[in-house]
Antibody, heavy 120, light 110 residues
Framework: EVQLVESGGGLVQPGRSLRLSCTTSGFIFGDYAMSWVRQAPGKGLEWLSVIRSKGYGGTPEYAASVKDRVTISRDDSKSIAYLQMYSLKTEDTAVYYC???????????WGQGTLVTVSS | QSALTQPASVSGSPGQSITISCSGTSSDIGDYNYVSWYRQHPGKAPKLIIYEVTNRPSGVSHRFSGSKSGNTASLTISGLQAEDEAVYYCSSYTSSISVVFGGGTNLTVL
């Protein structure tokens, strides 16, 4: 069974950094691109980033809205994807989901999400 | 990249069919067959129901179908059931090597 579990969320002050983790199981992690999507309270989904599998270069892509403030990475030996976020703002408050990228540019499995609250 | 445009809400009675539209541009929906649809129940993670415009993942009901014409994609749900009440999101790959979501459509089953 494919499982994705996010962790690392919580309350953080504006301007601080935070690293989210996505621990996976049930599939060959190294064969898939992984992505992060967030959802502000009561709002829609916002795609943040993707990191390709090593077979496709392991390269990242970022949404323009967060490009300078996030870094996505992966550890294939541990089957974990990470999202490092910097200079957090109150508008970064959201549930952060990790998702496995499917055949194309779809997301076929999602974690349950981790809530990040940015507040002083 | 601006969000794709979806109606805020749609409704239908059990057994009826409804269609949700998703309007984009020639830089996303119009130029790529990477349109996906997701269903999200309150407090839950999104679930993929359509990928690459028309394809259903294994286990997704045949009641769900997708299509695309020009810069607009559509999701049709036939034989509406109470469990279909949820928020539906479309998404598309874009020429900026990114993904854009629609704002979401709240489906009410009357």
């Amino acid at each position: 069974e494919v499982q994705l579990v996010e962790s690392g969320g919580g309350l953080v002050q504006p301007g601080r950094s935070l690293r989210l983790s996505c621990t996976t199981s049930g599939f060959i992690f190294g064969d898939y691109a992984m992505s992060w999507v967030r959802q502000a309270p009561g709002k829609g989904l916002e795609w943040l980033s993707v990191i390709r599998s090593k077979g496709y270069g392991g390269t990242p892509e970022y949404a323009a809205s967060v490009k300078d403030r996030v870094t996505i990475s992966r550890d294939d030996s541990k089957s974990i994807a990470y999202l490092q976020m910097y200079s957090l703002k109150t508008e970064d408050t959201a549930v952060y989901y990790c998702a496995r990228r499917g055949r194309g540019w779809d997301f076929d499995y999602w974690g349950q999400g981790t809530l990040v609250t940015v507040s002083s | 990249q601006s969000a794709l445009t979806q109606p805020a809400s749609v409704s239908g009675s059990p057994g009826q069919s409804i269609t949700i539209s998703c309007s984009g541009t020639s830089s996303d929906i119009g130029d790529y067959n990477y349109v996906s649809w997701y269903r999200q129940h309150p407090g839950k993670a999104p679930k993929l129901i359509i990928y690459e415009v028309t394809n259903r993942p294994s286990g997704v009901s045949h009641r769900f179908s997708g299509s695309k014409s020009g810069n607009t994609a559509s999701l049709t749900i036939s034989g509406l059931q109470a469990e279909d009440e949820a928020v539906y999101y479309c998404s598309s790959y874009t020429s900026s090597i990114s993904v854009v979501f629609g704002g979401g459509t709240n489906l009410t089953v009357l």
